[in-house]
């Protein structure tokens, strides 16, 4: 149970309903900021302002999976008004407060290190990285289904990556039939390619394998689909870049060639937000359940 517990939940999309659902369930008190138009009611929680929020009162401070922008702004799917967080607001929770994001930048580094509050990287955790590669995978096939005119059994395809996300993609996409490579650097990943019974090459030669790609399919968050390796795809190939914001791809030279790259981060919460939501929750639960056990352990 999360009797007692005060949480602000900020922004998100259609996953965050799940997690009000499952923590409202628990008993946490919850105070819903960026939830003007959302339908749904629950027990114990309240729609309010950021600046209707008491701070000193807060034990949680649950983000959207993006976080923040560079500039502190957080996105919301259920209202049209500007959310910001900064380090002020932040400073002003107890000091057992704890800030929950999928994922982080500088920003909100930054802040939550100045204001002496905890920051707990959701994404960070392999067993959450590994259930939502389910649903970005799927969402992934959808893409590709809607986006070509050719099949994804025998069609070229090319990986970029094989961490959590690169290894549940290339095990589906050679089990749907695609004619399958897989690009990394770490040598680790590409012994376990080459375990598995797919094709590897390291990433600097990367140019070298999309000559003749029919789908590239990048997860590393870092600039890799550049314009030179662009300029060697067929005029066809569908790049699907799955990283974080900004992506590894040069959109505006894909789009100068005439080539469709796709950037989206959040599959999960597009293609499955019930059950990317469920993931999300039970993973908060576990962790807002474990820190109230410290919390009264220190008071004892």
Not at 47 to 58: G, Y
Not at 184 to 192: G, L, Q, V
């Amino acid at each position: 149970m999360l009797t007692g517990l005060h949480i602000v939940i900020m922004g998100g999309d259609a996953r965050q309903i799940e997690v009000i659902r499952k923590l409202s369930e628990l008993g946490a008190k919850i105070s819903l900021v960026g939830y003007e138009q959302l339908d749904h009611s629950f027990t114990g929680a309240v729609k309010e302002k950021i600046d209707e929020i008491n701070w000193q009162e807060i034990d949680a401070i649950i983000l959207p999976v993006a976080g923040t922008s560079l500039d502190g702004e957080i996105d919301t799917i259920f209202s049209n008004e500007h959310i910001r967080i900064d380090e002020n607001k932040i400073s002003k929770t107890p000091p057992h407060c704890t800030i929950y994001s999928g994922i982080t930048n500088t920003y909100l580094t930054k802040i939550t290190q100045k204001a002496g509050r905890k920051l707990e990287l959701i994404f960070d955790r392999n067993d959450v990285a590994i259930y939502n590669s389910i649903p970005t995978v799927e969402g992934i096939i959808m893409l590709v289904i809607q986006n070509t005119d050719f099949t994804i059994h025998g069609s070229k395809t090319v990986v970029l990556g094989f961490g959590r996300n690169g290894m549940t993609i290339s095990r589906v996409f050679h089990g749907l039939g695609a004619k399958l490579k897989v690009g990394a650097r770490n040598a680790e990943h590409i012994a376990r390619i080459e375990e598995m019974g797919l094709d590897s090459f390291h990433l600097n030669d990367l140019e070298e394998f999309v000559k003749d790609a029919d789908i590239v399919i990048n997860t590393i968050p870092h600039l890799v689909v550049t314009a030179n390796v662009i300029s060697k795809m067929p005029h066809h190939t569908l790049i699907i870049d799955i990283a974080s914001k900004p992506g590894g791809t040069d959109f505006r030279y894909a789009k100068k060639r005439g080539i469709k790259a796709i950037l989206t981060p959040s599959l999960p919460g597009i293609v499955a937000p019930k059950t990317a939501g469920q993931i999300l929750a039970n993973v908060l639960v576990e962790l807002l359940h474990d820190d109230l056990l410290k919390r009264k352990g220190n008071v004892k």
